[in-house]
């Protein structure tokens, strides 16, 4: 709870810093690719190595938060020189509007903001995208209990993060590309998650495959 917490903090004035340095869409856009890629192969180094460095550090929960302590480090020195290493624009130019247009007021009260996002639609259908997306980060969080309990091999953990994460990578790399082509994010994201519903149907079939011929090789083992 108390990672969640801080981790939400952090993010959120992290994620703001892109708004805040640039005006132009196209710069926010290859400056969030960048981001992930850089976020996603953090992440792959992370998962490919921690499963040596647990051991080499003792091993069971003290090798645990051993590299929980490490890892802790190099995030807050991470976060830092990136904060400082950023100069955001002026309040006024964030603020400048065009010529002729008059400035205008969005100081709102908390119960009036609610109501807003609320009732926006498109914020209710990101909002539930990104809860399906947190479920599914929780989700690749047991990896490494299936690959030690139930494959019982942990160390196949590194190949099963290479699996998810190079294809994520190899994406980002061609999505400011493709974001100018398809003029916005919206093609791109319905695209994308097209392709993600008929990609995860197919593992899936192959997966309950898998799973079924190894059943009935167990059944036919204890005839």
């Known amino acids: 709870m108390l990672n969640a917490v801080f981790y939400t903090a952090n993010n959120i004035a992290y994620s703001a810093l892109t708004s805040l340095v640039t005006k132009n869409s196209s710069e926010r856009v290859q400056m969030g690719s960048f981001r992930f890629i850089f976020a996603f192969s953090t ?34 020195i991470t976060n830092t020189i990136a904060v400082f290493s950023v100069k955001e624009l002026s309040e006024e130019e964030l603020n400048e509007t065009e010529e002729g ?40 969080g047991v990896g490494i209990y299936f690959m030690t309990y139930v494959l019982g091999n942990k160390n196949l953990f590194g190949v099963f993060s290479w699996a998810i994460n190079i294809p994520l990578i190899l994406a980002l790399v061609f999505t400011p590309n493709l974001v100018a082509k398809w003029n916005g994010m919206y093609k791109l994201n319905k695209y994308s998650y097209m392709i993600i519903f008929i990609g995860e149907k197919y593992m899936k079939s192959l997966f309950q495959r898998e799973m079924n011929e190894s059943e009935l090789k167990m059944y036919k083992n204890t005839i």
């Open 43 to 76: 992440s792959l180094l992370i998962q490919t190595i921690t499963v040596g460095a647990v051991d080499a550090l003792g091993g069971g929960a003290a090798g645990w938060r051993n590299i929980a302590l490490i890892y802790c480090i190099f995030g807050v």
């Open 101 to 140: 247009d008059a400035p205008k007021d969005d100081k709102l009260t908390l119960m009036e903001s609610a109501k807003l996002l609320f009732t926006n639609k498109y914020y209710v259908m990101i909002c539930g995208v990104y809860i399906l997306q947190q479920l599914y980060g929780a989700m690749l």
